[in-house]
């Protein structure tokens, strides 16, 4: 077991165990790392250092649970851009592979139903992982990043987590159909080979699922728990808003927004706030002036000096 720093030499580390080229590979590092140490790699090719280091430590030592790194030490974005190039590194790259090396070893002729059995139970297999990441990839991620955006959804990782599976179990038992029942010529390398390929994917996809299971889920419930307390406030701070008279900074930067023709929702994604959110302040805001036209706001905002005439949309 070995804990590794910030400031290991990267070719070092490579030296003494290659596996760490994936880590590198799916946080997009280039090799040609000269005498760099992680964090000046890190830093190069703009991947957050203590991710980098989260996921390596927790691969590199076999996913052992005495190396799960604290949530709030993570960064969502540099870990989602590390799970997203791991599905592409699957379903473009290692997936096609095996299937190539498949066909090599036990054919796919029409005469050959053994073959045609496995190659079928194969894709079937590569399909339900690719609706599995197409799943992360459309609703998991996206949610992910609203909560960094500070917009609410009815979404929660809990959903994600309770149906979350590593996908691996499949290839487990085509690896053991494989080795137990299919009868292959002594002496056949191909099959060797691509048995050896299998169990490599086998063990990347399980350590790919304990990532998403021991770092990406718990950062995510860490932010709803803040996300969660941030909204609690930003509506406190609306009802303390209503039974004032004068406009928050919010309200005036709603105002802003209002006079140079963005939509609710526009606004709404600018300022990071929920579409409900600006509605409650354009309501304050036309109780507050009296002002319930967009003409009215624009004359409001340019006497008050919140916008300049060459900024507003007429």
Same mark, same amino acid.
Request: proline residues 3%.
């Given at each position: 077991?070995?804990?590794?720093? %910030?400031?290991?030499?990267? +070719?070092? =580390? @490579?030296? !003494?165990? &290659? ?6 590979? /799916? ?82 002729? %029409?005469?050959?139903?053994? +073959?045609? =059995? @496995?190659? !079928?139970? &194969? ?6 992982? /690719? ?87 718990? +950062? ?95």
């Amino acid at each position: 077991m070995h804990n590794y720093l %910030s400031t290991d030499k990267v +070719a070092e =580390l @490579i030296s !003494q165990d &290659y596996s760490l080229l994936q880590v590198m590979s /799916r946080f997009n590092i280039p090799l040609g790392v000269k005498e760099k140490s992680i964090d000046e790699v890190c830093r190069a090719n703009n991947v957050d250092t203590e991710t980098f280091l989260a996921v390596l430590n927790f691969i590199g030592n076999g996913c052992n649970h005495k190396y799960i790194a604290e949530p709030e030490t993570l960064s969502l974005p540099s870990l989602m851009n590390y799970l997203r190039q791991a599905h592409s590194y699957f379903l473009d790259f290692s997936f096609p592979a095996i299937r190539r090396k498949l066909i090599n070893a036990v054919g796919n002729g %029409s005469d050959n139903e053994s +073959a045609l =059995l @496995i190659l !079928q139970y &194969y894709d079937t297999y590569v399909s339900e992982v /690719r609706e599995h990441f197409e799943y992360e990839n459309a609703i998991v991620f996206p949610y992910i990043d609203s909560l960094i955006n500070q917009s609410h959804t009815s979404f929660n990782i809990d959903t994600f987590s309770a149906q979350h599976d590593p996908a691996a179990k499949k290839l487990t038992e085509l690896k053991n159909i494989i080795i137990r029942y299919y009868e292959a010529p002594a002496g056949s390398y191909a099959l060797h080979d691509v048995l050896f390929d299998i169990f490599g994917c086998e063990e990347e996809l399980k350590a790919h699922g304990l990532v998403e299971e021991h770092l990406l889920v718990p +950062a995510v419930k860490l932010l709803e728990r803040e996300s969660a307390v941030h909204k609690e406030k930003t509506e406190k701070e609306g009802d303390d808003d209503e039974q004032s008279s004068t406009l928050s900074p919010r309200e005036k930067d709603v105002i802003i927004g209002v006079v140079k023709g963005l939509t609710n929702k526009e606004i709404a994604d600018k300022l990071c706030i929920s579409l409900n959110t600006v509605l409650t302040h354009r309501r304050n805001i036309a109780r507050k002036l009296e002002i319930h036209s967009p003409a009215g706001l624009t004359i409001y905002a340019i006497i008050n000096g919140l916008v300049e005439l060459k900024d507003v949309s007429l």
